[in-house]
C-alpha cells in the first residue's frame, strides 16, 4: 500500500490545528512526520489518524488539539 504524504497545512486541516503548531510539535517529536529537507517536513495519512486514533495528540500542558474557531 503505498502512503499518502500531506503538507502541514493539509494535515493541519485533518488534525484541526494551527500549521504553525503542527509544525512546531513534528520538531518536538510529538507528531508522526519525515523530514525531506532542512525547510521541507511532509506527514504521512496513515500515521496521522493512527496517532490522532491513539490519543497521544496533547500539547506539553496536556491541552488537546482543538478545532479551529471560526466565524460564521
Request: charged fraction near 20%; hydrophobic fraction near 45%.
Amino acid at each position: 500500500m503505498k502512503s499518502q504524504w500531506l503538507t502541514a497545512r493539509e494535515a493541519a486541516g485533518i488534525v484541526r490545528i494551527h500549521p504553525v503548531t503542527l509544525l512546531k510539535w513534528a520538531r518536538e517529536g510529538k507528531v508522526p512526520h519525515r523530514r525531506l529537507s532542512s525547510l521541507k517536513i511532509v506527514f504521512s495519512l496513515s500515521q496521522l489518524v493512527m496517532w490522532l486514533e491513539s490519543g497521544s495528540y496533547t500539547d506539553g500542558v496536556g491541552h488537546a488539539a482543538q478545532p479551529e474557531r471560526t466565524v460564521a
